[in-house]
């Protein structure tokens, strides 16, 4: 290792700040300086490299200085640490713990080397290099208080629970002198009784809130976790106690109030409460002991609780098939519908409708207790509550108000009862002599009562009851009436934006594209200040590929709507509804290029938000915020499982195999040439000059608006060097796609569609064990339903359509293969001594048994939804079996459900032509459905 000078160290540690400051031009200066006299000073090399690093279009002259000066000091830790930086710059943070492991070799108890190691590793998730780096950390120097933090969120994170508290223990005696702000020393109480109530010492984590409630400045949290832990160990009436301080507080807050209904005693019949989570340590099984009232519950209140929207619920959530039928439409039923786990007795809705009502007393003003009440009555009861709850609401004018009593239509009957209240109030209110809402229901006394002139009500009170009205047979399918109603209320009137929206909907539902953009852009242009209206205007053009409207009404709300980069601050705000709606609308407009593109933007946010996780990781120990760190900790290990990133990656995977099986499709008719080569060729010699002249004065137009936008804005012009995604097409589709489903299957494991698209990828590469596995774990979610809609089009298609009889298969991966499909077949994965399949024939035989189920069933139930019908015939097709007999007797009724519908339609069309009889009886059966869908008048 080569020595410098006083002074040239004193320069040296100035490169030093100089890079901390982000003085760069400044520290490659002073490095010169250096280098001058000691051109083979391997650390100032180094130091120079990675400041040269942050400067533009330097990278690899970093690089290789960084590498020129670890040749010259190759057992120098300040070179092997330089490295590790720059490889952690750019996020190949396997090499960069590589360097710093270099680095430690020479220099083990360095604390800096030891900090930034620490932080790749809980980066990287590497929990038990974590822990161990922390331990040494706390060794080296165990007068620093973040350093105890580190090593027991490091234990606590392994799952060490007692090791984790007794190292908060040693602090709090280490530290117990020393200052510490209020809010540190709360934050270290309730994070210690977190890591207790995590390891099922639900006891002893009260006990540390109790002796330290003073020094808690968190009293909402506090309130929550004790009233949690005693609900835990079953202590109800104190937890009662706690929970009706936090209904008081607020009294909107559903938890607070379902939760206090909860620790009840005579409620716990139909509404339970909760159990204790899973003790430490039982591994990921699904727990069969859980009621199932806890999905009403968030995943902040109870592990097994439901997540917030996007995230995927738990497995003991899952369910085969959300569909419920209501009137002519088929919906999916949304997780947070209150259910109870049996219909409460008529005692018990008594004793229930006491208990809200000394609620809303208490509370006169809180809607969420007037609402959630609604949830647990039946019959006359319910409706009774409803009506009270209706007619203020009704005349308030509350344009949300059907959003607030959707949920009450998916439990079986309460859609009949609504209406039978909407029609009361119709008939009531639309009278010319006195309009008012009748007498309350269940009233006998009254309802034979007219009207006084006292209970006259207000036109507006008409007025909203028709959007009501509308809204409810637009849920119900009954689109003429809904027509009927919100013209009325248009007609009454006509300056009111919510009705527009209402009726845009309808005519959304009813298929109607284009009618549905008209009506929510002339709703944008009456309130041009409101974003959600905007929000609406564009998603309703992009769903009828008016992308170039869309994107200009859109940008109405960018940061900067008049400068040349307002397209980029979408992407700036991870705009990412934005990306899947015109990514879908490139997607059926062929416009595989630019769907591709919008797809990649959203996996680039994901991406991002994974990486700005690194700044936390010591920002949240210096500030004390533990529990809150955790938390974001857990966020980020399933954060390629959120719905946008799933939907996003599911789109683009079934553009990479439509893009390959175009490939496919050319190379077996012999026309895979070049697009390019082959335009080339058909344009003649003037038209290829006046192309060449076009794109020459193309070029010239962005270089001027480069320098207008730099002149403005003082920057550059940001340059998409590939505005069309030309370069993504020319990547590996079959690559690409088997990339997203393996991201898939690691993140989204409880989602179904994953081993759906799994089997899509492998089975076009032939990797028959890969699509055993996707079966069987397909299957498994089904819960070992063969006949289930999602499994029988894979499972036929690897049965009777694979390839299975290629001779390069190995006889091993045969014999796994034949072994592995019993229990899928069989629908038993509990039988141990099942025997393999002798051969193929026997394989097959085991298929056709199932596919003939599925025929009976076909054949038998005719209001069978429409998905179900479609994954029928493909299963049949597979087979070999005939469809034609089936569909031309097929009279499909029940309800049905738009995206459905256009699926069913274009695989008739495609299958049998768009002019053949089986496809025009479907369109006639639609017209009855959807009578304005745009599909069906097209003859």
Same mark, same amino acid.
């Given at each position: 290792?080569?020595?410098?000078?006083?002074?040239?160290?004193?320069?040296?540690?100035?490169?030093?700040?100089?890079?901390?400051?982000?003085?760069?031009?400044?520290?490659?200066?002073?490095?010169?300086?250096?280098?001058?006299?000691?051109?083979?000073?391997?650390?100032?090399?180094?130091?120079?490299?990675?400041?040269?690093?942050?400067?533009?279009?330097?990278?690899?002259?970093?690089?290789?200085?960084?590498?020129?000066?670890?040749?010259?000091?190759?057992?120098?830790?300040?070179?092997?640490?330089?490295?590790?930086?720059?490889?952690?710059?750019?996020?190949?943070?396997?090499?960069?713990?590589?360097?710093?492991?270099?680095?430690?070799?020479?220099?083990?108890?360095?604390?800096?080397?030891?900090?930034?190691?620490?932080?790749?590793?809980?980066?990287?998730?590497?929990?038990?290099?974590?822990?161990?780096?922390?331990?040494?950390?706390?060794?080296?120097?165990?007068?620093?208080?973040?350093?105890?933090?580190?090593?027991?969120?490091?234990?606590?994170?392994?799952?060490?629970?007692?090791?984790?508290?007794?190292?908060?223990?040693?602090?709090?005696?280490?530290?117990?002198?020393?200052?510490?702000?209020?809010?540190?020393?709360?934050?270290?109480?309730?994070?210690?009784?977190?890591?207790?109530?995590?390891?099922?010492?639900?006891?002893?984590?009260?006990?540390?809130?109790?002796?330290?409630?003073?020094?808690?400045?968190?009293?909402?949290?506090?309130?929550?976790?004790?009233?949690?832990?005693?609900?835990?160990?079953?202590?109800?009436?104190?937890?009662?106690?706690?929970?009706?301080?936090?209904?008081?507080?607020?009294?909107?807050?559903?938890?607070?109030?379902?939760?206090?209904?909860?620790?009840?005693?005579?409620?716990?019949?139909?509404?339970?409460?909760?159990?204790?989570?899973?003790?430490?340590?039982?591994?990921?099984?699904?727990?069969?002991?859980?009621?199932?009232?806890?999905?009403?519950?968030?995943?902040?209140?109870?592990?097994?609780?439901?997540?917030?929207?996007?995230?995927?619920?738990?497995?003991?959530?899952?369910?085969?098939?959300?569909?419920?039928?209501?009137?002519?439409?088929?919906?999916?039923?949304?997780?947070?519908?209150?259910?109870?786990?049996?219909?409460?007795?008529?005692?018990?809705?008594?004793?229930?409708?006491?208990?809200?009502?000394?609620?809303?007393?208490?509370?006169?003003?809180?809607?969420?207790?007037?609402?959630?009440?609604?949830?647990?009555?039946?019959?006359?009861?319910?409706?009774?509550?409803?009506?009270?709850?209706?007619?203020?609401?009704?005349?308030?004018?509350?344009?949300?108000?059907?959003?607030?009593?959707?949920?009450?239509?998916?439990?079986?009957?309460?859609?009949?009862?609504?209406?039978?209240?909407?029609?009361?109030?119709?008939?009531?209110?639309?009278?010319?002599?006195?309009?008012?809402?009748?007498?309350?229901?269940?009233?006998?006394?009254?309802?034979?009562?007219?009207?006084?002139?006292?209970?006259?009500?207000?036109?507006?009170?008409?007025?909203?009851?028709?959007?009501?009205?509308?809204?409810?047979?637009?849920?119900?399918?009954?689109?003429?009436?809904?027509?009927?109603?919100?013209?009325?209320?248009?007609?009454?009137?006509?300056?009111?934006?919510?009705?527009?929206?209402?009726?845009?909907?309808?005519?959304?539902?009813?298929?109607?594209?284009?009618?549905?953009?008209?009506?929510?852009?002339?709703?944008?242009?009456?309130?041009?200040?409101?974003?959600?209206?905007?929000?609406?205007?564009?998603?309703?053009?992009?769903?009828?590929?008016?992308?170039?409207?869309?994107?200009?009404?859109?940008?109405?709300?960018? =940061?900067?709507?008049?400068?040349?980069?307002?397209?980029?601050?979408?992407?700036?705000?991870?705009?990412?509804?934005?990306?899947?709606?015109?990514?879908?609308?490139?997607?059926?407009?062929?416009?595989?290029?630019?769907?591709?593109?919008?797809?990649?933007?959203?996996?680039?946010?994901?991406?991002?938000?994974?990486?700005?996780?690194?700044?936390?990781?010591?920002?949240?120990?210096?500030?004390?915020?533990?529990?809150?760190?955790?938390?974001?900790?857990?966020?980020?290990?399933?954060?390629?499982?959120?719905?946008?990133?799933?939907?996003?990656?599911?789109?683009?995977?079934?553009?990479?195999?439509?893009?390959?099986?175009?490939?496919?499709?050319?190379?077996?008719?012999?026309?895979?040439?070049?697009?390019?080569?082959?335009?080339?060729?058909?344009?003649?010699?003037?038209?290829?000059?006046?192309?060449?002249?076009?794109?020459?004065?193309?070029?010239?137009?962005?270089?001027?608006?480069?320098?207008?936008?730099?002149?403005?804005?003082?920057?550059?012009?940001?340059?998409?060097?590939?505005?069309?995604?030309?370069?993504?097409?020319?990547?590996?589709?079959?690559?690409?796609?088997?990339?997203?489903?393996?991201?898939?299957?690691?993140?989204?494991?409880?989602?179904?569609?994953?081993?759906?698209?799994?089997?899509?990828?492998?089975?076009?590469?032939?990797?028959?064990?890969?699509?055993?596995?996707?079966?069987?774990?397909?299957?498994?979610?089904?819960?070992?339903?063969?006949?289930?809609?999602?499994?029988?089009?894979?499972?036929?298609?690897?049965?009777?359509?694979?390839?299975?009889?290629?001779?390069?298969?190995?006889?091993?991966?045969?014999?796994?293969?034949?072994?592995?499909?019993?229990?899928?077949?069989?629908?038993?994965?509990?039988?141990?001594?099942?025997?393999?399949?002798?051969?193929?024939?026997?394989?097959?035989?085991?298929?056709?048994?199932?596919?003939?189920?599925?025929?009976?069933?076909?054949?038998?139930?005719?209001?069978?939804?429409?998905?179900?019908?479609?994954?029928?015939?493909?299963?049949?097709?597979?087979?070999?079996?005939?469809?034609?007999?089936?569909?031309?007797?097929?009279?499909?009724?029940?309800?049905?459900?738009?995206?459905?519908? =256009?699926?069913?339609?274009?695989?008739?069309?495609?299958?049998?032509?768009?002019?053949?009889?089986?496809?025009?009886?479907?369109?006639?059966?639609?017209?009855?459905?959807?009578?304005?869908? =745009?599909?069906?008048?097209?003859?």
């Amino acid at each position: 290792m080569q020595q410098l000078p006083a002074k040239d160290q004193a320069v040296f540690r100035s490169i030093v700040k100089f890079y901390e400051t982000k003085q760069y031009k400044k520290g490659v200066k002073a490095a010169d300086s250096i280098l001058k006299k000691h051109p083979e000073h391997g650390e100032t090399l180094c130091m120079k490299g990675l400041t040269l690093s942050y400067l533009d279009d330097k990278k690899e002259e970093a690089y290789d200085l960084v590498r020129k000066g670890l040749k010259y000091d190759l057992k120098s830790h300040v070179c092997w640490h330089v490295f590790g930086l720059l490889y952690r710059q750019d996020r190949d943070y396997v090499e960069a713990v590589k360097c710093y492991r270099n680095a430690l070799r020479i220099d083990p108890e360095n604390i800096q080397i030891l900090r930034d190691l620490s932080l790749l590793q809980i980066h990287r998730r590497d929990l038990v290099g974590f822990s161990e780096t922390r331990r040494k950390l706390l060794q080296v120097k165990s007068s620093n208080r973040l350093n105890w933090i580190g090593y027991a969120v490091a234990e606590h994170l392994c799952k060490n629970y007692e090791v984790a508290v007794e190292c908060l223990n040693n602090y709090e005696k280490t530290f117990k002198d020393e200052s510490a702000t209020d809010f540190d020393i709360s934050e270290l109480y309730m994070y210690k009784a977190s890591i207790l109530e995590e390891a099922g010492k639900f006891e002893e984590a009260l006990q540390c809130l109790k002796s330290h409630e003073k020094e808690i400045v968190d009293k909402l949290g506090l309130i929550e976790a004790q009233g949690r832990l005693n609900m835990f160990l079953e202590k109800f009436e104190e937890s009662g106690v706690l929970y009706l301080k936090l209904l008081n507080i607020n009294p909107e807050h559903h938890v607070y109030i379902l939760s206090y209904m909860a620790t009840q005693v005579q409620f716990h019949r139909f509404w339970p409460p909760l159990p204790p989570p899973k003790m430490a340590g039982e591994g990921g099984a699904v727990r069969t002991d859980l009621p199932s009232t806890i999905v009403s519950f968030p995943s902040s209140l109870h592990a097994d609780g439901m997540p917030i929207w996007g995230w995927l619920a738990p497995a003991h959530a899952i369910k085969t098939d959300r569909r419920y039928p209501l009137g002519r439409r088929l919906h999916k039923r949304r997780l947070d519908t209150y259910q109870p786990m049996h219909e409460p007795t008529d005692e018990e809705q008594d004793a229930l409708s006491q208990f809200f009502e000394k609620l809303q007393e208490e509370h006169p003003r809180s809607d969420s207790l007037k609402r959630l009440e609604l949830y647990f009555l039946t019959g006359q009861r319910f409706q009774q509550k409803l009506d009270k709850y209706l007619r203020p609401c009704i005349r308030k004018g509350i344009p949300s108000l059907f959003r607030c009593i959707r949920p009450m239509y998916f439990q079986t009957g309460k859609e009949k009862l609504v209406e039978g209240l909407i029609e009361r109030y119709l008939k009531n209110l639309d009278n010319s002599e006195c309009s008012w809402f009748g007498p309350a229901v269940g009233d006998n006394a009254q309802e034979s009562a007219t009207c006084d002139p006292s209970d006259q009500e207000n036109p507006t009170s008409l007025l909203f009851t028709w959007m009501l009205a509308a809204q409810h047979f637009n849920l119900l399918g009954e689109t003429a009436k809904a027509f009927e109603f919100i013209d009325k209320a248009i007609e009454h009137t006509p300056t009111l934006v919510e009705l527009y929206g209402v009726k845009a909907r309808i005519y959304k539902h009813a298929g109607n594209l284009e009618k549905s953009a008209e009506l929510f852009d002339e709703a944008r242009r009456m309130d041009l200040a409101d974003r959600y209206l905007n929000t609406q205007a564009v998603r309703a053009l992009l769903r009828k590929d008016d992308v170039e409207t869309g994107n200009t009404t859109v940008l109405l709300f960018s =940061k900067e709507p008049d400068s040349p980069e307002a397209a980029s601050n979408l992407h700036d705000m991870q705009c990412m509804w934005y990306e899947s709606a015109i990514g879908r609308s490139y997607t059926r407009q062929e416009k595989w290029g630019l769907a591709l593109k919008k797809f990649n933007e959203t996996f680039k946010h994901f991406n991002d938000i994974a990486e700005d996780q690194f700044d936390f990781h010591n920002y949240c120990l210096r500030k004390s915020t533990l529990k809150t760190y955790v938390s974001m900790l857990r966020m980020q290990e399933k954060l390629f499982s959120h719905k946008f990133y799933r939907r996003a990656a599911k789109d683009a995977i079934r553009i990479h195999l439509e893009l390959y099986d175009q490939k496919v499709r050319q190379a077996k008719d012999g026309s895979a040439e070049k697009d390019g080569e082959a335009k080339e060729t058909e344009l003649s010699a003037a038209e290829r000059k006046k192309l060449k002249h076009k794109q020459k004065r193309e070029a010239k137009k962005d270089q001027v608006d480069e320098k207008q936008a730099a002149a403005a804005t003082g920057k550059g012009k940001k340059v998409d060097d590939d505005p069309n995604g030309d370069k993504l097409l020319e990547k590996d589709p079959l690559e690409e796609a088997s990339k997203l489903s393996k991201n898939l299957v690691t993140y989204s494991h409880l989602d179904f569609d994953t081993y759906v698209m799994a089997y899509e990828c492998y089975s076009r590469q032939e990797k028959w064990l890969v699509c055993v596995q996707a079966l069987s774990r397909l299957c498994r979610l089904c819960g070992s339903n063969v006949i289930q809609y999602k499994v029988i089009n894979p499972l036929t298609h690897f049965c009777f359509i694979a390839n299975l009889e290629n001779p390069d298969i190995p006889d091993a991966v045969r014999s796994v293969i034949f072994s592995e499909m019993v229990p899928v077949l069989s629908g038993n994965f509990e039988d141990a001594d099942r025997k393999p399949f002798s051969d193929l024939k026997e394989m097959r035989a085991a298929c056709t048994k199932i596919v003939d189920d599925v025929e009976k069933r076909l054949k038998a139930t005719s209001d069978l939804p429409l998905i179900e019908v479609l994954a029928g015939l493909k299963c049949l097709k597979n087979a070999g079996k005939s469809r034609e007999a089936f569909l031309e007797k097929w009279e499909p009724t029940g309800a049905f459900s738009l995206k459905e519908s =256009k699926k069913m339609l274009k695989y008739l069309s495609d299958e049998f032509g768009a002019d053949s009889n089986i496809t025009k009886r479907f369109k006639s059966v639609l017209t009855k459905y959807f009578p304005d869908m =745009k599909e069906v008048q097209e003859e």
